[in-house]
């Protein structure tokens, strides 16, 4: 079955710095990708829509210079949290819509920890 | 996306059925229904989607009300296994941006 992967599964990072989260489709081609953010015991929230060579679109209240969001390719998305603080601690998670194959399944990775210190 | 309603937790006993519903009155002609559900700690993962007809695949069976305003997740014999938070959402073909409510915590009992 389609497969989404994300790495680093976990990452702590001191405050100031930046931190890099990688999403991959691994075996089907993902024109669209999305990220989220979940906070312990909360829903997924969704920050943007990623959209392979062209810029993303953020969620209402989502920094969209401190959120970057690069889709090179068609199976890689990438999430970088610039200037992070004890703030942007929370579950990273991003899906991806394969662009074959049957209609609308959307696959979700196993999600980022962050940890900012 | 249509606005979808759960029951915030639901219990059932080991090897028996559970429906679970949801209700998304506002749904539009071309949006389409999914239920993901997320252990602690792990991505949310696909369990099943539908338009209009019922479906079943090794996982669930989705059973939709004719007017698509609702639709009812049926697990045939839970397993602890299947111990979850279980989400319904809708999205409109060719925008698959799912926006997740809170769900429904679903509660095994050995």
């Known amino acids: 079955g389609a497969v989404v992967s994300q790495h680093p599964s976990r990452v702590i990072c001191k405050s100031g710095t930046s931190v890099k989260i990688e999403c991959r489709s691994l075996?089907?081609?993902?024109?669209?990708m999305f990220w989220y953010r979940q906070f312990p015991k909360q829903s997924l929230m969704l920050m943007a829509t990623?959209?392979?060579?062209?810029?993303?679109?953020?969620e209402q209240g989502v920094e969209k210079d401190k959120f970057l969001i690069n889709h090179a390719s068609l199976t890689l998305s990438t999430l970088t949290v610039t200037s992070a603080h004890p703030e942007d601690s929370s579950f990273y998670i991003c899906?991806?819509?394969?662009?074959?194959?049957?209609?609308?399944?959307?696959?979700f990775g196993e999600g980022s920890w962050l940890t900012v210190v | 996306d249509a606005k979808t309603t759960q029951p915030n937790s639901m219990e059932s006993n080991e090897e028996e059925p559970v429906h679970l519903p949801c209700n998304h009155s506002?749904?539009?002609?071309?949006?389409?229904i999914h239920w993901y559900r997320q252990l602690p700690s792990q991505g949310p993962e696909y369990v099943i989607h539908?338009?209009?007809s019922n479906v079943n695949n090794r996982m669930a069976s989705l059973a939709i009300a004719e007017d698509r305003k609702s639709s009812t997740l049926i697990l045939h014999r839970a397993t602890l296994r299947d111990a979850a938070v279980y989400y319904c959402?809708?999205?409109?073909?060719?925008?698959?941006?799912?926006?997740f409510g809170t769900g429904t915590r679903l509660t095994i009992i050995p």
């Open positions: 539908g338009l209009t």
């Open positions: 899906s991806a819509r394969r662009d074959r194959g049957p209609g609308n399944t959307i696959y």
């Open positions: 959402m809708t999205s409109n073909f060719g925008n698959e941006k799912l926006t």
């Open positions: 990623s959209n392979e060579g062209s810029k993303a679109t953020y």
């Open positions: 075996d089907f081609q993902a024109t669209t």
């Open positions: 506002t749904i539009s002609g071309t949006d389409y």
